[in-house]
């Protein structure tokens, strides 16, 4: 089946805002208010080593908000057509990545903290794991 036709330019960095206080920040994301879909899950990558890389895949159907909760990275997005490269390093920031979008996490920081909330269940079929694959199913007509 056809991969959804967005474009890098409908993944965007929306600032959560934070509730700062001199004892600390707190930022708050809240279904229906800050995010555009709601959230059925949540996990988090971790003790990445340095230079690894992380994704190298695509979702039918996935959204999701990519959060650097501690530490930084960068998100190489690609559509097919067009690149778009995001580093993250503030965690009141998040990336929204809708369906269809092949995406790698580089670059990640010591001791850095992906966070990312999804709107679906965990589902292996909803990957697209190979690039061919993905760019086929994209120009499909
Ligand atoms: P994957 O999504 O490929 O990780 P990344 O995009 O960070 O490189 O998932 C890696 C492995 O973890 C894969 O074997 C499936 C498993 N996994 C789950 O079981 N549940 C989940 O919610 C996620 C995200 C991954």
Known sequence: M????????????IDMSKVHSISGNIT???????????????YYLYDIPGGEKRGGH???????????????????????????????NRPNYGLLVVPGIWRELLEFSSGA??????????NESDYIR????????????
């Open 130 to 141: 190979i690039y061919d694959e993905f760019k086929l199913k994209k120009f499909e007509k």
């Open 58 to 88: 695509a979702h039918k159907e996935l959204h999701q908000l990519i959060v650097a909760a501690s530490g930084s990275f960068k998100v190489m997005l690609d559509d097919g057509t067009n690149k778009k490269i995001i580093h993250l």
């Open 113 to 122: 903290i992906c966070l990312v909330l999804a709107s679906l269940n965990y």
């Open 2 to 13: 056809k991969l959804k036709n967005n474009t890098v330019f409908d993944c965007s960095v």
């Open 28 to 42: 708050v994301i809240e279904n229906k208010k800050n995010i555009p879909f709601d959230i059925k899950r949540i």
